[in-house]
């Protein structure tokens, strides 16, 4: 067939890796059926290089165990092992389908086929669900998946309500895949989403927070969040982001940190609600701090308010919240020049960087451990953030003199 040539001539394009031909043809010599499955398939169709070829197989786990020498049964009850041939990890799952999905999240069991059809029914969307057979250049495609890739669309393989009310994640993952590849969503895929929203909310943070963050990352970002509200979803894991200006994180660096706080920059506890997301702590932090700290010093600020702005914000997130500022539209390019001259300059911005040490303040001030060598830091700082050229021993030492003691 002419569909299973330029199939074939464009994984000519993208070569195979050898060690996952070893494992396709292994498996055909030993009498089963094997195919590549999955995304990347869907990669090599639309001329992108696959990021992994997954090998699907009627081989049994068992069956593939026997076949190879070194299997590490990754997911063996889900009918995934990891083979290892050539030095590389190739993923090998048996067909399946899975059934009784338990209130839309995880399948409680899986069923092992003999058939590549019904494990492709299994499978979310039409272009994620084509195998190629590299041994017999071979395209099965049985929900028009190609066509779809083609005329970009993401449509749900079988029922779209049906297959929503299967897993609740998947209407997300038709946002992140219609974000991340510029397709549209298909009508009744679409229209779908709404429809399953109870069952989207009782999916798992992690899952929802994985696909949200791939939306997030993409160039097409805006238009990934416009569809993630029209549809319904935003409003049920994201209710903080509804009325934030969709076109800002665009304009901000493929960071997470960064693009969240540009999403969250108008909200109140966005280091709580990237916690509730099930993001690291660091990056909830970071977050929380990027918003608290959004506002650049004023125009007319003179150098050692820019300082004093520097050691609020800390120095190694001056520049985030300078990109945070213009993703907002409030940048503000002679501010920008002159922290970045500052930050050059490396003028000390801590307690740390000041050339007295704690116990040094101590011994000056004729006093031990007390509140009131916390006191004398800070007032050290302070002066030193307004002239620099302080922080010398004899400098502060002679600051010190001046500072009022207690007693
Ligand atoms: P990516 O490039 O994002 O990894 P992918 O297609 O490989 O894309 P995965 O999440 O790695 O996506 O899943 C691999 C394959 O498993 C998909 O192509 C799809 O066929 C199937 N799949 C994954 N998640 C689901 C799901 N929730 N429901 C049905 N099928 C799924
Ligand atoms: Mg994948």
């Not at 190609?146 to 946002?175: K, T």
């Not at 800390?314 to 920008?336: H, Q």
């Not at 911005?349 to 001030?365: Q, S």
């Not at 060598?373 to 400098?395: D, I, M, S, W």
Request: hydrophobic letters at 45%.
């Amino acid at each position: 067939m002419v569909r299973d040539e330029a199939a074939a001539a464009r994984f000519e394009q993208f070569p195979v890796p050898a060690s996952v031909r070893e494992v396709l043809e292994a498996l055909v010599r030993g009498g089963f059926q094997a195919f590549l499955v999955g995304g990347c398939v869907r990669d090599v169709l639309r001329g992108q290089a696959p990021k992994d070829f997954d090998v699907a197989t009627s081989a049994r786990p068992a069956e593939v165990q026997r076949l190879f020498k070194r299997v590490i049964p990754t997911g063996i009850e889900h009918g995934t092992v990891t083979v290892v041939v050539q030095g590389a990890h190739v993923e090998v799952t048996t067909f399946r389908v899975e059934s009784e999905y338990l209130d839309g999240r995880r399948p409680s069991k899986v069923e092992f086929h003999s058939d590549i059809e019904a494990d492709l029914s299994r499978r979310d969307f039409t272009i994620n669900a084509m195998a190629f057979d590299l041994v017999a250049k071979r395209l099965v495609d049985p929900f028009g998946g190609e066509q779809d890739l083609r005329v970009g669309l993401v449509r749900c393989v079988r029922d779209a309500m049906e297959r929503f009310l299967e897993d609740g994640l998947r209407p997300m993952r038709a946002v992140r895949f219609a974000t991340v590849l510029g397709f549209e969503v298909e009508a009744q895929t679409e229209a779908a989403i709404g429809r399953t929203l109870h069952v989207f909310r009782k999916v798992a943070t992690e899952r929802v927070n994985q696909e949200f963050t791939r939306l997030l990352l993409s160039p097409r970002v805006q238009t990934g969040l416009t569809l993630a509200a029209r549809t319904g979803l935003l409003q049920v894991f994201l209710p903080e982001a509804e009325g934030a200006d969709f076109s800002a994180p665009a304009r901000a660096r493929e960071d997470v940190s960064l693009r969240l706080a540009v999403l969250l920059s108008g909200c109140a506890g966005a280091e709580a609600v990237v916690q509730r997301l099930k993001y690291p702590n660091k990056v909830a932090a970071d977050v929380g701090h990027l918003v608290a700290n959004q506002h650049l010093p004023g125009p007319n600020a003179t150098d050692a308010e820019l300082r004093r702005w520097l050691s609020r914000v800390k120095a190694e997130a001056a520049v985030p919240v300078l990109e945070l500022a213009e993703a907002l539209g409030r940048g503000d390019a002679v501010i920008r020049r002159r922290l970045e001259a500052q930050l050059a300059a490396r003028p000390p911005l801590t307690t740390k960087a000041l050339a007295l040490t704690g116990a040094e303040v101590m011994v000056a001030l004729g006093v031990g451990p007390s509140p009131v060598v916390g006191q004398a830091t800070a007032y050290l700082l302070e002066r030193v953030l307004e002239a620099p050229a302080h922080n010398t021993k004899e400098g502060l030492i002679r600051l010190l003199e001046a500072f009022p003691r207690p007693g």
